[in-house]
């Protein structure tokens, strides 16, 4: 190990480890410290997302919805099989290959384009040094670099009536890794993790209970998408109680007995186990030393500009740790714009057309602003919607619920915002963005080729119901005038 190099990333998620790869990439010398260790004490890269975050969470639903569908919808499509039954333990095994196959992904990366991997906890001293402290050895080194990039990444976020307790109440990590389906599940916050959760223990067998403070539900989507959602999770057994606020939880004989009041008084519930997903916060405590003088924002995240970089000569932040939606594509692509400024390129990030998913079933997703956003800035614009019901494909695959829609300027069409929610949106979402940062309209979409029978003509036909011109769909007004 040298003690200087070109660039100095702390941080190894998905931020901090592609912008170290994309500036060995640019010819930097470059150093990544990660402080991350797995169950088993081994230290392994790709921070939140890889090991705690969005790999096991999709493994889980993706496992849990195969055992749905194969107890609850093979024999509708004519498949028959009998004696379907739950090895959570082979779910968790598998779950547990899939992150490590990734996170060794990584390190033949850093390896590969010969990134040096310090296994420790990085700080920022002032004049560009960062003490690092090992975690076996608990001694500190002392390197120096021209750039520092902060790449700390978010913990979650506590609550002060729900402390931690063993397996009982826990957060998301916690929540990836029960050894058993709890027969009653309460989940403190209805957001991305709430959900995406629930949804797995819903479908493993549990009853699950979302206690979500704001009474509106999923306010950062659009209103019609969000109402959809909510009726929906609704009918898979989702119990959704909105306007909550818990007021205590105790631990009484193994369950956890949760205080909460409503608009209707106060209520109690006594749950098997207890997932608080109140969101995260950025992980910015003792990162930099108090002489460094770096600013921080509201909340502790670390202040940086447009391009990511701190109030401090030659240092950068990227990831949860700035502002900005907490999203590992969102930081990967600041990642690598950051290693472009240092290498003298020319880059940035386009925060406007940034995909954001709910990975349940059906899929959430979308790219710029809502209906209820632009009637806020009296944007005047033009709407049109289309139902999965009314696609050939969903029918085969039998998820008709949901639908597609699509928001245009109303004098020069150009695209707005795109909001999906139903089969594979995830996936869908993606031609929707390429069009948003391309600057297209919806003439543009409506007047381009997508094959049949697929899903993504839901989008080609709400681009033309922007006109009023949807084929399949004799009532496109009509629906439009309910929403
Ligand atoms: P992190 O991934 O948090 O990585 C930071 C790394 O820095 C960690 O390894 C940490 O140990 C290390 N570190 C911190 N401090 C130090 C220090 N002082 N010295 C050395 N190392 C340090 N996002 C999506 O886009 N899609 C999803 O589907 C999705 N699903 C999620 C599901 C769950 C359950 C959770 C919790 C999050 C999910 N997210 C998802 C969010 C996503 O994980 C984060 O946005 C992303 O990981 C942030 O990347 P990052 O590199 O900024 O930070
Ligand atoms: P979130 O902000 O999405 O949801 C937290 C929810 O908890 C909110 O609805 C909030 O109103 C509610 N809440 C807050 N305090 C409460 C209280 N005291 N009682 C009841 N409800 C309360 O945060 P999250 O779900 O914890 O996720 C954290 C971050 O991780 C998010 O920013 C998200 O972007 C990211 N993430 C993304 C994905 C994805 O992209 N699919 C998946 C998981 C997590």
């Not at 069009?435 to 993504?456: K, Q």
Request: proline content about 4%; glycine content about 10%.
């Amino acid at each position: 190990m040298k003690d200087r190099y070109d660039v100095i990333v702390i941080g190894a998620g998905p931020a901090g480890y592609v912008a170290a790869i994309r500036a060995a990439q640019l010819g930097k010398s470059v150093a990544c410290v990660d402080d991350w260790t797995d169950p088993a004490g081994e230290s392994a890269l790709g921070g939140t997302c890889l090991n705690a975050g969005c790999i096991p969470s999709k493994v889980l639903l993706e496992a849990s919805e195969v055992y749905d569908k194969a107890r609850h919808e093979f024999a509708d499509y004519g498949v028959r099989v009998d004696g379907v039954g739950l090895d959570l333990e082979a779910m968790m095994a598998r779950k547990d290959r899939v992150v490590s196959e990734l996170t060794r992904g990584i390190a033949s990366l850093f390896e590969a384009n010969g990134i040096q991997r310090i296994e420790g906890r990085g700080k920022l001293l002032s004049g560009r040094r960062v003490e690092v402290t090992s975690l076996r050895l608990n001694v500190a080194v002392e390197l120096e670099a021209e750039y520092v990039i902060l790449a700390a990444g978010s913990k979650p976020a506590p609550l002060a009536v729900a402390p931690l307790h063993e397996d009982l109440v826990v957060d998301s990590t916690g929540a990836l890794a029960f050894a058993s389906v709890p027969k009653r599940l309460g989940v403190i916050g209805a957001g991305v993790i709430g959900l995406e959760l629930g949804a797995v223990w819903r479908r493993l067998g549990s009853e699950v209970i979302l206690l979500e403070a704001q009474p509106e539900f999923l306010s950062m989507c659009d209103r019609q998408i969000a109402q959809e959602a909510l009726r929906q999770y609704r009918k898979q057994g989702l119990d959704i109680r909105l306007g909550a606020r818990v007021t205590a939880c105790a631990v009484e004989g193994g369950r956890v007995d949760i205080d909460y009041q409503d608009a209707r008084g106060d209520h109690d519930e006594v749950v098997d186990r207890l997932i608080v997903a109140v969101g995260r916060q950025p992980g910015s405590d003792g990162l930099c030393a108090p002489d460094t003088g770096i600013l921080l924002d509201n909340g502790g995240f670390i202040h940086v500009d447009e391009q990511c970089r701190t109030n401090l000569p030659g240092v950068y932040a990227i990831g949860d740790l700035v502002r900005g939606p907490m999203l590992a594509h969102k930081g990967s692509e600041e990642g690598i714009m950051v290693a472009e400024l240092i290498a003298g390129h020319t880059a940035q990030v386009n925060y406007a057309t940034i995909p954001s998913v709910i990975y349940t079933r059906p899929e959430i997703a979308w790219a710029g602003l809502t209906e209820q956003a632009l009637k806020a800035a009296d944007r005047p614009y033009r709407a049109g919607v289309f139902p999965f019901a009314a696609n050939g494909r969903a029918r085969a695959l039998g998820e008709t619920g949901g639908m597609v829609k699509v928001l245009a300027d109303a004098e020069t069409d150009r695209l707005l915002g795109v909001h999906m929610i139903g089969p594979h949106c995830s996936e869908l979402l993606a031609s929707a963005v390429i069009a948003l940062e391309f600057g297209a309209s919806s003439e543009d979409l409506a007047a381009t080729m997508f094959a049949h029978p697929t899903l993504s003509e839901t989008l080609h036909e709400a681009a033309l119901d922007v006109g009023g011109r949807a084929i399949h769909r004799a009532s496109a007004q009509k629906v439009r005038r309910e929403a």
